[in-house]
């Protein structure tokens, strides 16, 4: 019922900032609670943040803290991920997800559709 399509990835140097962006599909999203994963080649896909159906909560991981800012228009249906002082440790595929309910879950199958993922390159 919700196609999700990701954009913004690419290359930054350390230290740098990038925006990725969700688009989705419908006149649903705003019934759905928004996420972004993140998975590094060898390691599993890792929860980064989350915001809820009103944007009036957010979550984020530890390891992004006061760094990442994650946002969404309903407007527009599109979800995004401003990512500042960019660290190479921070590359990996982004993948955004949807999910119905309330809650800011952090587990990949609290989440019932996914995009396709945008490459995040960061260089030392």
């Known amino acids: 019922q919700v196609q999700l399509v990701e954009s913004g990835g690419g290359l930054v140097q350390a230290g740098g900032s990038l925006r990725v962006s969700c688009a989705a599909s419908g006149r649903t999203f705003s019934s759905y609670v928004m996420a972004w994963f993140r998975q590094a080649p060898g390691k599993n896909r890792e929860f980064v943040a989350a915001?809820?159906?009103?944007?009036?909560?957010?979550y984020y991981a530890d390891s992004v803290k006061g760094r990442f800012t994650i946002a969404r228009d309903n407007a527009k249906n599109t979800v995004y991920l401003q990512m500042n002082s960019l660290k190479p440790e921070d590359t990996a595929v982004y993948y955004c997800?949807?999910?119905?309910?309330?809650?800011?879950?952090?587990?990949?199958?609290?989440?019932?559709?996914w995009g396709q993922g945008t490459q995040v390159t960061v260089s030392s």
């Open positions: 915001i809820s159906r009103s944007a009036g909560s957010t």
């Open positions: 997800a949807a999910g119905a309910g309330y809650y800011l879950w952090t587990g990949e199958n609290k989440y019932d559709y």
